[in-house]
């Protein structure tokens, strides 16, 4: 019986991985303790390709785990308990060491010389020139991102030696290290790719797509897109510390009430981004370890758009802001996960970043700054939603509706398709007053403003257009942490951003995810699952 | 019998102007969503030049004649596109969602009918007594619970206090390796391999989801069966044929319920429909790779292809099924020709 699997197995190349050996049928999963992990998550993995387009974010995993970049970040105690990693930190993966030239414009790397990929062949600069130019050169998504390091072209990488790669670039920036930390920029076996391309499909996508070819963790055993995906370590892994378990299987189960289930009973040992109301419930049990996590650089916010005229009036923002009943929203719609985003000191006196606003609610203040408008006797605005992230958008702006009515703002809740979202908020930026939820994955401030504050820029959803705002970030945006510029001018920012209430705050959402026999979760500002650090319970 | 093949030919042929109206207007309908999949799948931070050289990829571009000769054009070579939002050829997705999903359907409309028909003809053949009371509740309360809750009680009561059920984690849990595909239906594939294990794991992961779609199917069939019946039975042939001193089973079962069945059979034609396509909410929750949750998500982001794929591979389905159900129609009541 086993037999005629194995060879079904190795003659069917296509979602399976050839060299792929049966499952250990006698082990329950209950009791697969040691050796194999079982995750679930509602999202769908659609390809093990980053880079190609189309690629959405639950397959972002696949290049963290499976792919190894030159660099990595550290790891810190996180603020909802549990691990973080650690923005401050850089440290290496695939690079042994790193030199930096005084003036900041070259970089040189040192890779480890007992790299190599999964087909023992030795990690050298080649590879990493090749996949470099591959990140630059394909357009979409991976393009915008090596761009906020500065990378934006295949003459700025160079291989001098098997094992020394430089980055030159046109400007010193403190984005670039860390932004080749971020799972872009990964480490693609070339010679396997270029085996692998064709005339039209230069960069060998079709076949990345599918099969995997790098140096990582993890190799992928298995895929069978819409159901699982299978993990299997990698034992030669010089990237880090060799993860706990051996093989890990991320399955994909589209209801949450399935999924709570699943990990109550203990089937399955991590539930991986589970719905804020779970993730309360199932903190009081027993057995199940809930990390909720907040999410470094994103906050909820309400952005009231520059482009329907009431919203011009700084009496009427203000008057949002005020009206906004906050700790109900964050109690009904967060069920308390996450952190608070008002009620701050009026003064700024630091840069962290996300902070409390100024605003809390006060019904008084906020008639009073109505009244004080040019829109005293009220008017009529829609409220847009996204029905793709109506868990806590339409809860929201239920108590929106209801608390902007006391203050003569009569608000029609429009639900948006998931689909059409996008373009009617982001790309368009059409919607007079809407709920938005940027978060950035280079973790500081000025960064978020660079997103979400200047003109023209895609998280701008409110069209919001300041002279001040454009200088300070084009000035901040490259200079390191420790230079004198940088904190007055981080301070300056948050002041206009809180006056003009361009976005106003609501809370910084958690990011939850339920273990039970798996321990050391660490949070990513990715978003999504690293496997690697994860344990055994009690290992 | 040569004559019957032709009008079946005749059948399928008529088939062909309604696939074409098929193709055309779910080519339109799918243009007419006002998403826009090229903003969409340009991912999270993607500026308006690279939105635009996902549009050029995708050919989105071009004007919608030139499009849709294209779509023609691979539909001619049995190409039906990419989807996007899966990252794989909507054949293979159709060739591995629509097995599961009629696997299940059909498991779940052959339970239905087991416990429906019997019920119906008792329902009938005493009619106000305690079992056509029973029929009553039973249709009443399967109709009445939207499959979503029937499933999710049902994973409550056998899966998380009883623990009598697998782990609903689709079609097979990971332990086993899915058989070598033949027709993707993993019962028959894993008894034709004689892989009993995993035919055994295979029938204990659809027990529940088939139990949830079941009895939201009961009801239809279960009524449709007591009132054909309860009309065949006051009909004068089967007073004729009690006159005549017949016995009561080859009255009830040879000659008034093979009268009744025409109508069940149009009904169980109806059911088999909508279930494909409304099972939706049970593969959400069973997490099973169905056709239905896969359409959903693929209209939800505007995936062209991936809808326009679902679209076309139903109304073949429908074209078969009506095939089929008027072969049906032909056995069981030799009157009705297939002309």
């Known amino acids: ?111 480890k010389p007992d790299a190599t990929f999964w087909d023992g062949r030795k990690v ?31 003459d700025q990488f160079a291989a001098l030696d098997e094992e020394t790669f430089v980055i030159t670039l046109d400007r010193p920036s403190k984005l670039t290290l860390p932004d080749l930390a971020v799972p872009v920029p990964f480490i693609i076996n ?87 109301k779970d993730a309360a419930e199932l903190d009081a049990l027993d057995g199940v370890d809930v990390y909720s996590t907040p999410i470094e650089n994103c906050i909820h916010c309400l952005c009231p758009n520059f482009n329907f005229e009431p919203f011009q009036d700084a009496n009427v923002r203000k008057a949002l802001a005020y009206a906004i009943p906050y700790e109900a929203i964050f109690q009904t719609a967060a069920y308390g996960r996450g952190a608070p985003m008002w009620g701050g000191p009026a003064e700024i006196t630091d840069t962290a970043w996300p902070r409390k606003s100024p605003y809390m609610t006060d019904m008084a203040k906020a008639k009073e700054l109505m009244a004080a408008s040019a ?117 300056r920012m948050f002041e206009i951003a809180f006056d003009e209430l361009p976005r106003i705050p609501l809370w910084q959402p958690a990011l939850n995810v339920a273990m039970n026999g798996s321990s050391d979760y660490e949070f990513w500002f990715h978003r999504q699952l690293d496997v690697r650090p994860i344990t055994p319970a009690g290992a | ?65 030139q499009q849709f000769l294209f779509y023609l054009r691979d539909l001619a070579r049995g190409d039906l596109g990419l989807s996007l939002s899966t990252g794989q050829p909507v054949m293979q997705d159709l060739a591995m969602r629509l097995p599961a999903s009629l696997e299940l359907t059909l498991v779940a409309l052959g339970l239905s009918c087991l416990i429906a028909i019997p019920l119906g003809v008792l329902a009938a053949t005493r009619p106000g007594s305690w079992i056509d009371h029973l029929c009553r509740v039973l249709v009443t309360a399967g109709v009445s619970m939207p499959t979503f809750f029937t499933g999710i009680l049902l994973i409550y009561v056998f899966y998380y206090l009883l623990g009598l059920a697998p782990a609903p984690l689709g079609r097979l849990d990971f332990l086993y390796l899915p058989p070598p595909s033949v ?30 779609l079941a009895l939201f199917t009961l009801a239809p069939i279960a009524r449709m069966t007591r009132a054909a019946m309860l009309s065949a039975l006051s009909a004068d042939f089967i007073r004729t044929a009690r006159a005549a001193g017949l016995g009561q089973g080859k009255i009830l079962y040879g000659y008034a319920l093979r009268n009744a069945l025409l109508p069940v059979v149009t009904t169980l034609g109806m059911v088999f429909s909508f279930s494909l396509g409304a099972n939706v909410l049970v593969e959400k929750v069973f997490a099973w790779p169905g056709i239905g949750s896969y359409a959903v998500e693929a209209l939800v982001v505007s995936d062209y292809a991936a809808v326009q794929g679902f679209v076309l591979a139903m109304a073949v389905l429908f074209v078969l099924l009506n095939l089929v159900i008027d072969i049906a129609y032909a056995l069981i009541d030799p009157r009705i020709g297939l002309s």
Not at chain 1, 193 to 213: F, G, I, R, S, V
Not at chain 1, 240 to 255: A, C, D, H, M, T
Not at chain 2, 189 to 198: E, F, I, M, N, V
Request: hydrophobic share 45%.
């Open chain 2, 1 to 65: 019998m040569s004559r019957r093949l032709h009008m079946i030919l005749g059948r399928v042929a008529q088939a062909i102007p309604v696939l074409f109206g098929v193709v055309v207007i779910s080519f339109l309908l799918t243009r007419a969503l006002p998403g826009d999949p090229a903003a969409y799948f340009a991912g999270p931070a993607a500026d308006a030049a690279s939105i635009a050289e996902i549009r050029e990829a995708l050919g989105l571009d071009k004007p919608l004649f």
């Open chain 1, 375 to 491: 829109y005293a006797s009220g008017f009529e605005v829609p409220l847009s939603i996204s029905l793709g992230l109506a868990d806590w958008m339409e809860p929201t702006a239920l108590l929106l509706q209801e608390a902007f009515a006391q203050i003569g703002i009569k608000t029609e809740i429009e639900k948006i398709p998931g689909a059409n979202w996008r373009t009617a908020a982001l790309v368009e930026k059409r919607l007079p007053l809407h709920l938005e939820n940027f978060g950035g994955w280079l973790n500081t401030p000025d960064y978020y403003f660079f997103w979400a504050y200047k003109e023209g820029h895609l998280f701008n959803s409110s069209n919001y257009r300041n002279d001040e705002i454009e200088k300070l970030v084009d000035d901040t945006l490259h200079i390191p942490m420790d230079d004198p510029a940088y904190a007055p001018n981080v301070t």
């Open chain 1, 124 to 154: 050298t600069a080649e590879d990493v020139k090749w996949s470099f130019d591959r990140a630059v050169s394909v357009g979409g998504f991976p393009s915008v991102q090596m761009k906020a390091g500065g990378l934006l072209r295949p």
């Open chain 2, 183 to 212: 027709s993707g239906f993993y019962l028959i594939d894993a008894a034709l391999a004689g892989d009993w294990q995993a035919w055994l794991g295979a029938a204990k992961q659809i027990v529940l989801p088939a139990i949830t």
């Open chain 1, 1 to 111: 019986m086993t037999q005629t699997r194995r060879d079904f197995l190795k003659t069917s190349g296509t979602a399976l991985g050839a060299a792929m050996l049966p499952f250990l049928k006698a082990i329950p999963a209950q009791a697969a303790g040691g050796d194999a992990m079982v995750a679930v998550t509602g999202q769908t993995i659609n390809s093990l390709d980053l880079h190609r387009t189309g690629t959405n974010r639950a397959s972002y995993q696949v290049a963290v785990n499976c792919y190894d970049r030159l660099v990595s970040f550290g790891t810190k105690e996180a603020p909802g308990g549990g691990l973080s990693y650690d923005y401050s930190v850089i440290e290496p993966e695939l690079a042994e060491s790193w030199e930096i030239s005084p003036d900041g414009l070259t970089m040189t790397f040192k890779l």
């Open chain 1, 190 to 276: 070339a010679e396997i790719a270029k085996a692998n391309t064709t005339e039209d499909d230069p960069w060998a996508m079709e076949y990345l797509h599918t099969t995997p070819a790098g140096s990582g963790a993890y190799k992928v055993a298995a895929w069978q897109q819409g159901q699982q995906l299978v993990y299997e370590r990698n034992d030669a892994w010089v990237g880090g510390p060799l993860p706990g378990f051996k093989r890990v299987v991320i399955r994909e189960v589209p209801s949450p009430a399935t999924r709570r289930a699943l990990i109550e009973r203990g089937d399955v040992q991590l539930s991986f981004n589970i719905p804020n």
